[in-house]
């Protein structure tokens, strides 16, 4: 009997201490993408997005997030890359400035491990998407960090002569790490 009320004490203790994470640091945080050109893998990432973000480890269920990127801060490593991908073959950023993900589904994998399913817009498509991702908790600040495999073409990025997978790959990883806070006046 003590041992069921010690563990009750342990749980009740653990749920107290939850945090809600809401805050984003924009400075420590980045959405980064992998893909492949002539079949070597590339990196870039999006220099400016905002995130809002809703997240207590202990309650998955209540979390939600969305992520609005600038697409038109792109960094593909070169200033001509940026210039193609910017034009109305790829990202067509003058007619669609913003991708954004809003997800208000996740769930808990085990361990430190979370899942959000939600729903991924670029150039005026939305497909359904899962994104898997840690989460480490230390205190007041904690860190998503994850990663998931889009299509390009679900999306229409890269079209005309670029819709041929040969020189481009269809498969682009969307790699992200959001930083949050907790606000003192939340939990």
């Known amino acids: 009997m ?28 980045s959405v980064a993408f992998v893909y492949r050109q002539m079949n070597v893998p590339l990196e870039g990432r999006f220099g400016k997005f905002a995130a809002q973000l809703k997240f207590d480890p202990a309650k998955p269920a209540t979390a939600s997030v969305s ?3 600038d697409l038109a801060s ?10 193609e991908v ?6 067509d950023t003058k007619s669609f400035p913003t991708a954004r993900f809003v997800a208000t589904n996740f769930r808990a ?16 498509r939305t497909r359904d998407v899962t994104a898997p991702f840690a989460f480490d908790s230390r205190g007041r600040s904690g860190t998503a960090e994850g990663a998931l495999t889009i299509k390009r073409a679900d ?5 005309g002569i670029w819709a ?24």
């Open 2 to 29: 003590r041992t069921a009320f010690a563990a009750l004490a342990l749980l009740a203790a653990a749920g107290a201490h939850a945090e809600e994470y809401n805050t984003i640091v924009a400075d420590k945080s």
């Open 67 to 69: 992520i609005d990127i």
């Open 74 to 83: 792109i960094d593909t490593g070169s200033a001509e890359g940026n210039d």
């Open 86 to 91: 910017a034009g109305k073959l790829w990202f």
């Open 109 to 124: 994998l085990g361990g430190s491990r979370y899942e959000a399913v939600g729903k991924l817009t670029i150039k005026g």
């Open 155 to 159: 999306f229409a990025i890269g079209e």
């Open 164 to 187: 041929d997978f040969d020189a481009v790959a269809n498969e682009v990883q969307i790699k992200f790490r959001l930083q949050a806070e907790a606000s003192p006046d939340k939990k």
